[in-house]
Structure formats: structure tokens, C-alpha cells
């Protein structure tokens, strides 16, 4: 039977949300996998008891100190050994458990699963990438979202074949599509570095580790020309930032449209609570808590992080992705790719 | 009295779109400029003919070549010296116009601007920005957008000076604050080049030239914390092009919603249309052609560059833009300030 570390601490509404979504996830599941809960005993073990623990195949860990979101990551990793994030990943290290979750610090996470776990043989870097609503089918997943800045062009080629191995085997996709994400479609645009990863991705894609289709713009993100878009983490970042605060935007901009329209009359009030509800769900693709979280790739173990403002769906979401991503094994493809020459 | 150059052949809706900016804009101004519209003479003299050109300051030159959307522009601005874009900056050089119109080719038009009118003394790169809607009031304005990549610091800090000028003399902003677009708020985020450039900033503010607020992040742009936003064009191109797909994404979702709303009988046509038009004018602020055109920055002499997509109003707008940096004696200011040591 798997195991799965849960990081009981991290996130912005933890420990409660992300022991409400262990539960969930146990009950949901039958017991399908073991869950260690790592956390401090004073705020966890009150929560815990709520609930009907003895039915369920859940296990808790004391760990006395907490990485927050304001920690340094570097400074957290080495300073805090007794945390959550660190004791939960030894446990991956140790193989007591088979993967790490958790909602809390990303960066400290990632500085964290490469300490403890290192990485997978012939990776140069790990890296996260993250997931945007598309017009087509599916979704668009942009990879570097800013583990790595300054990248060199081996570095965007190791993120494109990992996340397409990712893409294949976890989420099932026979062949994503990947872009090259530039200030124009036309080969030889860009940076050196730019020109450079167009060469190298031309070349994993003729010796079939990629589908390469070329160099894409920022438009074509939500249009959905790609399932995998490559870039450097700066830009991979800002990207994934200014999107994350369209819905925000827009739905400052809906209220006060709507507003005027009720006070001056023009629409009555049932018909703009239809209107309401019909763009809340408009803007739910946008909506970073629905699919949970996404794993590091490269680091040798599985280590998913989640948004901080996860919810106890996210965190389930999460455990669900924990266990695929162990049964599709996932990293063991990446070893074999990433060691082929 | 001044004299702007208009590219009547520039833009996708060119010439007639351009002719029709144009007479408008001597229309309602009442002939307060001299405007000369370049072009070829079969295309544009046949439309120009339907207006009663005889009560317009407005002269006609005949360019028999013309810079395409296809050209690329280093070569064009060789290749094509008898185009309407060469010929019209070269007006400018001669002092025979004060400013430059143009909605065609942007490379083209970046690349002929620095080569005939070469660069305001002490800058080390022009620089061309965009605006983005935004919560608060006014407007975000991103620099570089796409004509400066792999920026170094000092570069960024020209962006950032010039724009501070252009909002400061041209748009009425006592003290535009500028923020460095970075993967995180505090000192020491980001790359080698971000970080420097955040020091170089710093100086900057001390010395009077900016309002330095420090890093901001891509969530920041549409909060509005930051009247310039500073970046290597790499990252502002993809920012700007994603921002400019958000429309039409959300209105292939918005057309979708209402439908199933309609046809499931939730809301009726009338209530329909309403909010259908509410939503349109929502996503206005999103509208690249409700402003007109941008200058390009630090350039010795005035070209304005429209979108491709630009409408007669654009056009129209383009030509008071340039008028009032005329008047503002914006590029006298910028001159000052980039010799100043």
C-alpha cells in the first residue's frame, strides 16, 4: 500500500483545511493509501479529533517547527530540520513514504525536495510549471514558472521533455504539443539563449522525446497552440502572476458594471444574480484551487506543492495526484529520458 | 504652424482607414496642423478623392514603395528608401515635419526611426512601451514591450527615466511611480541584471529622475501599484501579447455562458442583450485601438506607431498625440535629463 506525507502545516488555512482534505481523501478513497500527517502536536492532534480517526488509515508525526511563508527558503531548509517540510520529505528519502504534499512555502518546498531528495540522475535542474484554461480542449502548461531564472537553453529542453513525459504518462496525453515561447513565431527570433533552445528542441523532437511545433507568442497561451509552453522562470512567472490576477481585475470591473445596471433599472434584480452566478463560472478556469497542485519535476521523489490559498479540495486533489503520479511512474520515465544520450 | 508626416499606408485598414483619421482630425481641429499624407499615389488619390480636400491643410506625397506587415524590417529599411515609412521620417530629419504617424510595421518602423533620425544624445537604447488597464485610476504603462531584448541594467533605467518624462510631460502625471517587474517584492530578487538594475533604480530616485517604488510582480500590473512597470522587452512582449488575448478568450467563454442561459430559458433575449452589451463595454479597457498610438522613446525626433488593427479613431488620435509631444517638448526633456551626470 502507498504512503503519502501530508505537510499538516503549510498553507494559509492549515492546519485545518489540509486535515479537513486528508480525511476527505481517506474517506472518499475507502483507505485506498496510507497518510502520515506531519505537523506541530498542539495545533494538529485538537483538530484531529474531531474526526472519526480510528476508521481511517491515517498516522500523525509531531514535528515541533514550521517553515512559513515568509522563511527564506535556503535559510529554512538548513535552519529548520525539525519542520514539517523537511521531516515529511525524509520520510521520502528514507522510502517510509512514497510522496510528499504540502501547501505551504513553494520555495522553501523546492529548496527543500532538492536537498533532501536530490535529483534524478542526468537532470540539470528541477523545475515547476504551472496550468492556464485554453479556448481548445485541455490545458496549457507553462513551464519554467520561476525555480530557475538566467536559464540556459539544455535547461528550457530538460523542461519540455520532462513535462512531456509528465503530460503523457500522468495525464494522459498521447502527444503534447510543445512551444517555444518568444517575441515572435518566425525561427531565429529571440535571445541567443532563445535561438539556442529552438536548435535543441528541433532535436529532442527529431529523436521523438518531444512534439516541437515551433515558437510561440503570449497570445497563443489561452488560445491553446500548445499543452506545453517552455520558458524561463522570469518570464514563466510574470506570466503566471499577471494571469493569476485577471479574475480579480475582471471581477472588480463586473461589479461595478452590474451595479449600474440595477440602479439605473436596466436590469432587475433576478436577472442579475443569474448574471452573477453565469460569470463566476466564467472565471473558474482561472481558478488555481480547483485541480490542487503540481509536482517538482526532476527531484528524485515525488513532492507536490499546492497553492497557499488551497482549500480542503485542492489538498485532496493533491493526495489523488500523489498517488497517479506514483502509478504511472512518472519519474522512473524521466530517468530513463533524461540518461539516454 | 506644425507639420505631421502620416503614413497613409500603414496599418490593416490602410490607406482608407488613414485618409479618413486624417481628414478628421484636420476636420475637427480646424486645420490646426499641416498634415502630409505619403503614399502611393493610385491607392490614395482615388479615396481622396471623395473628400473636399481644397478646405484641408493637407498636402499629398507620393511613396511608390510601401513597408509590409511581411517585410523584415532591417532589410525593408534599406531596400525600400522610396516607402512611405522612409520618406516620412526623412521629413523629419529635414525638419520639413515635426512628427511621424505610422500604424504599419512596427520592427520597421523602430528600425527606420533610429536609422534616420538616430537617437536623443546620452541615450543608449529607444525604447518602445504599452499600457494596461488597470484598478486604480489611469493607466499601467510596460517598458519594453518587445524592441530591447537581453536588456542590461542601465538600459532598464533609461526605460524607466524616459517614460517617467514622457507621463510626467506628455500625460500630466506629477510623479509617475515605477516599479522593477521581478519574481518577488524584496531587494535581491531575480537575476543578476534585475538586481543591478534595482540598484540603478534606486540611485535614480535619489537623484529626483524616477519614483522608485521598488519590486512589483506580474499580479501587480493590473492592481495598478505601479504607473511604470520596468522589464527586458522579452518579458513585456509575452506580458502584452498575453494581455491582449484576454478579450477574446473570455468572450468565447461569455458567448458560451449566455447561450446556455438562453436556451435553457434562465434568462430571456432582452436581459440577453443587456448584458451582452454590459460585457462588451467591460473589456473596452482592454481595447488596444481606444487610445491610438505610443511614441517610440529616445529617438531623436517624434514616430508614433499604431497598431496594425488601428481604426480612422486611432489614427486620428495618433495625429493629436504627436501634436501635444510636440508641445510638451517631450524629447527636449528626455535629452536634458539623459546628458545630465
Not at 70 to 95: F, N, R
Not at 191 to 212: N, P, V
Amino acid at each position: 500500500m502507498l504512503t503519502i506525507a501530508v505537510d499538516a502545516m503549510g498553507g494559509d488555512h492549515a492546519p485545518a483545511c489540509v486535515i479537513e482534505g486528508t480525511v476527505q481523501a481517506l474517506q472518499e478513497s475507502g483507505n485506498r493509501f496510507e497518510i502520515v500527517l506531519i505537523g506541530q502536536s498542539e495545533k494538529v492532534e485538537p483538530l484531529l479529533a474531531a474526526y472519526d480517526t480510528a476508521s481511517l488509515n491515517l498516522r500523525f508525526l509531531h514535528a515541533p517547527e514550521v517553515v512559513t511563508m515568509e522563511d527564506i527558503p535556503a535559510v529554512a531548509v538548513k535552519a529548520k530540520q525539525e519542520s514539517s517540510l523537511v521531516k515529511g520529505l525524509k520520510l521520502c528519502k528514507a522510502k517510509e513514504a512514497d510522496a510528499f504534499v504540502s501547501a505551504g512555502n513553494t520555495g522553501a518546498q523546492m529548496a527543500a525536495s532538492l536537498f533532501v531528495l536530490g535529483r534524478i540522475p542526468g537532470v540539470l535542474r528541477p523545475t515547476i510549471y504551472a496550468y492556464f484554461p485554453r479556448l481548445t480542449e485541455g490545458l496549457t502548461n507553462i513551464v519554467d514558472i520561476g525555480a530557475n531564472i538566467d536559464c540556459k537553453a539544455e535547461h528550457l529542453v530538460q523542461f519540455a521533455e520532462m513535462l512531456t513525459i509528465y503530460q503523457h504518462y500522468a495525464a494522459g496525453i498521447e502527444k503534447p504539443l510543445t512551444g517555444l515561447l518568444n517575441i515572435g513565431e518566425e525561427e531565429g527570433k529571440g535571445t541567443e539563449m532563445l535561438k539556442q533552445a529552438f536548435k535543441l528542441l528541433k532535436e529532442a523532437d527529431s529523436q521523438g522525446k518531444i512534439s516541437f511545433i515551433g515558437n510561440i507568442e503570449g497570445h497563443d497561451i489561452l488560445k491553446g497552440h500548445a499543452t506545453i509552453v517552455v520558458c524561463d522562470g522570469l518570464v514563466g512567472n510574470n506570466i503566471l502572476k499577471f494571469g493569476e490576477s485577471i479574475p480579480e481585475f475582471l471581477g472588480t470591473l463586473f461589479r461595478t458594471s452590474l451595479e449600474k445596471l440595477v440602479i439605473s433599472g436596466e436590469m432587475d434584480q433576478h436577472n442579475a444574480a443569474i448574471t452573477s452566478r453565469m460569470f463566476k463560472g466564467m472565471l473558474e478556469p482561472f481558478d488555481v484551487e480547483t485541480f490542487g497542485g503540481v509536482p517538482f519535476l526532476g527531484v528524485d521523489g515525488i513532492s507536490i506543492v499546492g497553492h497557499g490559498r488551497s482549500s480542503s479540495r485542492a489538498i485532496k486533489n493533491m493526495i489523488y495526484m500523489a498517488e497517479h503520479i506514483i502509478e504511472r511512474r512518472v519519474n522512473e520515465h524521466i530517468a530513463e529520458v533524461m540518461t539516454e544520450k
